[in-house]
């Protein structure tokens, strides 16, 4: 007999209550208004299944990542209608922020799952807890623990974008990657700067130096020298500015910082043919990287690739999210914070194996277990039970209260 979404709420429960073992949580999964990709692919379902774990699909959910609707029936899974979805589902799981029909429609004890951005939205993660919805963010797991990594579609989705860019930057560029030499003349290769060393940064230097360019790569964290070396292109030294945080990820600059690290920056830029810019701080506004300043330093025909473009801003003056500009000087600044939606099917078979083993992990017995004592789930778990459990984001919310 189904059982109705009012009463599924022993499905989920806290670390102190035991779980009835006759009952099975219920994912949903739905289908993206803001992007191609689909949390889960068919693949993902039986190990989802043996774990106990019910999974209800949208129809169409897959279709813009190349998986219909009898790829997910042939996995055991049920393809339903929204509403029937929002109502039976116990979680219901997407990639971004679900659209605002989604959100006023979950009901107290429901959990939501996706890359959330609550150090940014902190207008949704109020609402969340109003309504008594547990939030997950994907977007807050825990980098540093090693048994996390199988979780982290942050870096999982980066590595895809850092390919994709260097692939846009190509198409754009009036001019050959890698030098050839033919009976019409010889094509020197292109200048490729890639500006930040994480997993985007990284894979974009990789890809460029795969595809024949000369490529450098800089990072304010010195200690990320071999591994720019690794993938074959040449660290550039800006002096003594060191930008490393805890856990080794970046920290922002002083003032002071940021205007010696220009000041040597603007030399190296104005040598390049192509920019791929990728540095973030986590709940923060972009730093800005290249300048109105150095942009009219450039060479006619240039090409910017912004990463990190986005309403907050970027690493690129004039860069705005989802578009090309073309300045003056005949710069090309392309602000592409969604490269990942533009390689749906790989970045959804990525993003669905993060997933699988976050709700594996927060799994027992066929039951979602939320534990705020659990060392993953102290990163993603936002909200539960009306109450903030993130401290970091409390902290948030009361600095944006104060401003």
């Not at 890359?115 to 977007?139: E, H, N, W």
């Not at 790569?217 to 945080?245: M, Q």
């Not at 669905?352 to 594996?360: A, D, E, G, K």
């Given at each position: ?32 208004t803001y992007d191609s990709r689909v949390a889960l692919v068919p693949s993902a379902l039986p190990k989802l299944q043996k ?308 709700l594996i992990h927060m799994t027992k017995e066929g039951v979602l277990n939320i534990d705020t004592e659990d060392e993953v ?27």
């Amino acid at each position: 007999m189904e059982t109705s979404g009012e009463n599924r709420e022993s499905v989920i429960t806290d670390s102190r209550i035991d779980a009835d073992d006759s009952r099975h949580v219920v994912i949903g999964i739905i289908k993206e208004t803001y992007d191609s990709r689909v949390a889960l692919v068919p693949s993902a379902l039986p190990k989802l299944q043996k774990a106990g774990i019910r999974v209800l699909i949208e129809s169409g959910a897959g279709l813009n990542a190349s998986y219909d609707d009898s790829s997910y029936v042939k996995q055991g899974s049920e393809i339903v209608s929204r509403e029937e979805l929002l109502s039976k589902a116990d979680v219901i799981v997407s990639v971004k922020k679900a659209d605002e029909k989604i959100l006023a429609s979950l009901r107290t004890g429901q959990v939501l799952i996706g890359l959330l951005q609550p150090q940014i939205d902190t207008a949704l993660v109020r609402s969340l807890v109003a309504k008594g919805v547990t939030a997950v963010s994907l977007d807050n797991i825990n980098r540093r623990l090693s048994r996390a990594q199988t979780m982290d579609v942050l870096s999982s989705q980066a590595n895809i974008a850092g390919y994709k860019s260097v692939l846009v930057a190509a198409n754009e560029f009036g001019r050959y990657f890698p030098m050839l030499i033919t009976a019409a003349g010889t094509a020197k290769p292109a200048a490729v700067l890639v500006l930040g060393a994480g997993v985007a940064g990284l894979q974009a230097m990789g890809t460029a130096k795969r595809l024949g360019a000369i490529v450098s790569g800089y990072d304010v964290r010195p200690e990320t020298k071999a591994e720019v070396i690794s993938v074959g292109a040449k660290f550039i030294e800006l002096g003594d500015i060191s930008g490393s945080g805890e856990g080794g990820y970046a920290r922002a600059l002083s003032d002071e910082e940021l205007a010696k690290q220009q000041e040597s920056l603007n030399k190296h830029l104005s040598r390049q043919d192509v920019i791929i810019t990728t540095a973030q701080v986590p709940g923060r506004k972009p730093p800005l990287l290249v300048t109105e300043e150095a942009i009219k330093l450039l060479k006619p025909g240039s090409v910017i690739v912004d990463i990190a473009a986005s309403s907050l801003g970027g690493n690129v003056a004039f860069s705005k999210p989802n578009e090309t500009v073309i300045t003056e000087n005949n710069v090309k600044i392309i602000g592409a914070p969604d490269l990942p939606s533009s390689m749906a099917a790989s970045a959804s078979d990525a993003f669905s194996n993060n997933l699988t083993s976050l709700l594996i992990h927060m799994t027992k017995e066929g039951v979602l277990n939320i534990d705020t004592e659990d060392e993953v789930q102290q990163g993603v778990v936002i909200c539960h039970n009306g109450k903030i459990t993130n401290q970091a984001i409390s902290e948030k919310l009361a600095q944006a209260e104060e401003e």
